[in-house]
């Protein structure tokens, strides 16, 4: 019986896996885009992907929950979205800003170290820049607090060097004022009545259709 060649793995159609780290945008349910993004791939099978979420989770519970993670278990692409509760949580949301990017750059130097599932290739880490949360509830701490936000999203989208950053305000349609907010199309993209925007299904399909189009389905070499 001729030996199995090495080259014959390569050859193998390669299962993937993925790995969804966040706060509560980042869910199971139907209507999230994590659970929309693996319909966009055809995956069924609850062993290819896992969800690490908490509600109200910093950056540095999800750098602490990635790292015990990837200390057990291999992934190809690795998707991280958080932030927003670093900043409304901080009483020097300034100094906060800071705090997130060294955690996303920490993160993200995790994933890349790492071999995926594949046992071929480097593990890819995806990053969800922050949607514009403009005009949050204004009883809500830190809501008028836009400077920081705004140059939050610009740190991230220049400082992070993840595999792909998600620009999630040109895909949202930006930011908003409270006297323009019922004429823009990000309303549309909001849960009603909740206190902060929470992505409903057409916010999180538009994320999971730009991650599906412009990262995972483009040829890389």
Wanted: proline share 5%.
């Amino acid at each position: 019986m001729a030996k199995s060649s090495p080259w014959n793995d390569l050859l193998k159609p390669q299962v993937q896996k993925y790995l969804f780290v966040g706060d509560s945008q980042t869910n199971s349910m139907a209507t999230n885009f994590s659970q929309l993004l693996m319909g966009y791939l055809g995956i069924t099978d609850p062993k290819q992907f896992k969800i690490l979420q908490k509600d109200g989770a910093p950056t540095s519970w999800m750098k602490l929950a990635l790292m015990q993670e990837l200390a057990k278990n291999q992934y190809d692409y690795v998707i991280i979205w958080g932030g927003y509760n670093d900043m409304y949580s901080q009483t020097q949301p300034a100094q906060a800003k800071f705090d997130v990017i060294k955690n996303l750059k920490e993160m993200v130097a995790l994933v890349q170290r790492s071999t995926g599932a594949n046992q071929i290739s480097r593990s890819k880490a995806i990053v969800i820049n922050l949607h514009c949360d403009r005009y949050r509830n204004p009883s809500i701490r830190f809501a008028n607090n836009e400077k920081e936000m705004d140059a939050l999203y610009k740190m991230i989208q220049t400082e992070v060097p993840a595999n792909y950053v998600v620009p999630t305000r040109s895909i949202t349609g930006g930011c908003v004022t409270n006297s323009n907010i019922l004429k823009n199309k990000r309303v549309q993209f909001c849960t009603p009545n909740d206190k902060i925007c929470h992505l409903n299904k057409d916010g999180n399909q538009a994320i999971a259709k730009n991650i599906y189009s412009n990262y995972l389905m483009r040829p890389r070499w």
